[in-house]
C-alpha cells in the first residue's frame, strides 16, 4: 500500500528565506503525489501534482517540487517565504490502481516578519 | 455547484446522538471520499463512492458509522450513538474520474464536530 512520511512536524523560516518542507512516499508502483495547502477553518487547496509527465512540476504561488525515484521523495519548495504561505502542508499518495489518496501528518509553516 | 459543498459547518452534539453530515460533490463527478481529520493531524480516509456504489469502507473506524450516496451526487455520512472520540472534523472530496488514479481530489471546508 502506498503511504507518504512528511519529515517535521513544524518548519518555521523568515520572510523572503527559502521554504523546503520534505515528503518521503513508499510505493511499489510508480505514484501519483500531490502537495495540499490547508488555512485554518479551511479545505485542502491543491498546491500541485506529480503524474510522471515530468519531474519538476510547478505549482500555485511560486511553489515547486521535485520527484526523486532514487531517493523516493517529493520535497516542497518555494525560493522566498512571504507571510501568507504561512498555513499546514499536506503531502499526498495515490496509487494507479487504488482508489483513496493517503496523506501525511501535515507540516506546519511558520513565517517570521 | 462550482465547489464541494458540506453542512452543516459546525455541530456540536451529546454523547449519544445521531448525526448526519451532507456532502454536496462537483457536478459530474464520479467518485466521493469521505475524510476524518483530527486536530493537529492529517486526513485519514473513511470511505469512497464511485457514482451510487460504495466500493471501499474500510476507514470507517466502527460501525456507528455509515454513509451512503443513493442517487450518485450527495452523500451523507451518519454517525450513530457519537462518542467524545469521534470529535473531528469530517471532509468531504469529489474527483472528476472514478479508478485508475491520477486525479485530485477536490476538498470542502469540512464539518466540524464536537462531541460533549
Known amino acids: 500500500a502506498q503511504s507518504v512520511t512528511q519529515l517535521g512536524s513544524h518548519v518555521s523560516v523568515s520572510e523572503g528565506a527559502l521554504v523546503l518542507l520534505r515528503c518521503n512516499y513508499s510505493?511499489?508502483?510508480?505514484?501519483?503525489l500531490f502537495w495540499y495547502v490547508q488555512y485554518p477553518n479551511q479545505g485542502l487547496q491543491l498546491l500541485l501534482k506529480?503524474?510522471?509527465?515530468?519531474?519538476l512540476v510547478k505549482g500555485i504561488n511560486g511553489f515547486e517540487a521535485e520527484f526523486k525515484k532514487s531517493e523516493t521523495s517529493f520535497h516542497l519548495t518555494k525560493p522566498s517565504a512571504h507571510m501568507s504561505d504561512a498555513a499546514e502542508y499536506f503531502c499526498?499518495?495515490?496509487?494507479?490502481?487504488?482508489?483513496?489518496?493517503?496523506f501525511g501528518a501535515g507540516t506546519r509553516l511558520t513565517v517570521k516578519p | 455547484g462550482a465547489g464541494v459543498s458540506q453542512s452543516p459547518r459546525y455541530k456540536v452534539a451529546k454523547r449519544g446522538q445521531d448525526v448526519a453530515l451532507r456532502c454536496d460533490p462537483i457536478?459530474?463527478?464520479?467518485?466521493l471520499f469521505w475524510y476524518q481529520q483530527a486536530l493537529g493531524q492529517g486526513p485519514e480516509f473513511l470511505t469512497y463512492?464511485?457514482?451510487?456504489?460504495?466500493?471501499?469502507k474500510s476507514g470507517l473506524p466502527s460501525d456507528r458509522f455509515f454513509a451512503e450516496r443513493p442517487e450518485g451526487s450527495v452523500s451523507t455520512l451518519k454517525i450513530q450513538r457519537t462518542q467524545q472520540e469521534d470529535s473531528a472534523v469530517y471532509l468531504c472530496?469529489?474527483?472528476?474520474f472514478g479508478t485508475g488514479g491520477g486525479g485530485e481530489l477536490f476538498f470542502g471546508e469540512g464539518s466540524r464536530l464536537t462531541v460533549l
Open positions: 499526498a499518495v495515490r496509487g494507479n490502481n487504488n482508489n483513496d489518496m493517503r
Open positions: 506529480y503524474t510522471s509527465a515530468a519531474t
Open positions: 510505493s511499489s508502483v510508480p505514484p501519483y
Open positions: 463512492f464511485q457514482n451510487e456504489a460504495q466500493l471501499d
Open positions: 472530496a469529489s474527483s472528476l
Open positions: 457536478s459530474g463527478h464520479v467518485s
